[in-house]
Nanobody
Framework: QVQPVESGGGLVQPGGSLRLSCATS????????MGWFRQAPGKEREFVAQ????????DYADSVKGRFTISRDNAENAVYLQMNSLKPEDTAVYYC??????????????WGQGTQVTVSS
């Protein structure tokens, strides 16, 4: 069983930055594509970014392009989401997803518990 664990969320002012991390102890992590999704109150879970197991392909939602960067370190079994120029509309619970590919939640098999990101002055 793969259980991603997110960390790095918090409260940040508009225009600020945060770096989310997602770790898993499973040794097969390096063979999994990984994704980040988010869910704001009263809204459906939405795609943010994804990266292939090798890092050769990366996709972003239009709403975060140019501001967010997804990366991974297979030696550490970890994937990261660097978030810059944060906006209040980025406020959501951010989820790490493993083993899949696509922009819909059901495209991924394993999910973390989420980490809260709040962008507010």
């Amino acid at each position: 069983q793969v259980q991603p664990v997110e960390s790095g969320g918090g409260l940040v002012q508009p225009g600020g930055s945060l770096r989310l991390s997602c770790a898993t102890s499973r040794s097969t992590f390096s063979t999994y594509n990984m994704g980040w999704f988010r869910q704001a109150p009263g809204k459906e879970r939405e795609f943010v970014a994804q990266i292939t197991w090798s890092g050769s392909r990366i996709d972003y939602a239009d709403s975060v392009k140019g501001r967010f960067t997804i990366s991974r370190d297979n030696a550490e079994n970890a994937v990261y989401l660097q978030m810059n120029s944060l906006k209040p509309e980025d406020t959501a619970v951010y989820y790490c997803a493993a083993r899949g590919w696509g922009t819909r939640p059901y495209d991924y098999a394993y999910w973390g518990q989420g980490t809260q990101v709040t962008v507010s002055s």
